[in-house]
């Protein structure tokens, strides 16, 4: 983290040649058809997370965006990854934050699936988001018993800088 800045025009260009328009989740997020997590997305041992300031982002704000990957809301991270990413990123920064580098979580349900948080890493550079969202896994199960991992999400957000 910290030597990227977030570049819509390079974003578009990468979106258009790899097809995230066109392409199902299933093409875009590999890691469902492995039916495992990442092995970096994994929360296990993580001590904490950091967002550093850097002569490209001598202001950086962590942002943690948590993304519920539970059936009947899996379809989110593929709606960023087409098309709401640069419409976040975009938002944010109009919106008075020059620098902010994301984190995404992966939230699932902890009574039922096998990875109820993933966790990425503070990134600002189109390229790196494009790589920690697309490696989330979505598992498609859990919700409507409210065990989703919400709380394990607010704990994970609480030991990261």
């Known amino acids: 983290m910290g030597g990227t800045r977030y570049d819509f025009g390079a974003r578009e260009s990468r ?3 790899v097809g995230y328009a066109s392409k199902s989740a299933a093409e875009i997020f590999t890691q469902n058809a492995l039916h495992m997590a990442h ?3 994994n929360p296990n041992g993580v001590i904490f997370r950091e967002a550093r300031d850097s002569d490209v982002h001598p202001n950086t704000v962590p942002i943690i965006l948590g993304l519920d ?3 009947s809301m899996g379809h ?3 709606e960023l ?3 709401g990413l640069p419409k976040l990123m975009g938002g944010i ?3 008075g934050v020059p620098d902010p580098a994301l984190l995404f979580l992966g939230i699932g349900d902890h009574e039922c699936d096998r990875y109820p948080l993933q966790v990425g890493q503070f990134e600002s550079g189109d390229e790196e988001l494009d790589m920690w969202l697309t490696r989330t896994y979505i598992e498609g199960g859990g919700g409507g018993n409210a065990g989703e991992s919400y ?3 607010w704990y994970f957000a609480s030991i990261s800088h």
């Open 15 to 17: 979106a258009k040649k």
């Open 39 to 41: 092995e970096s997305m």
């Open 69 to 71: 990957v539970t059936g």
């Open 76 to 78: 989110i991270p593929h």
């Open 81 to 83: 990854i087409k098309e």
């Open 93 to 95: 920064i109009q919106g």
């Open 151 to 153: 709380l394990l999400a």
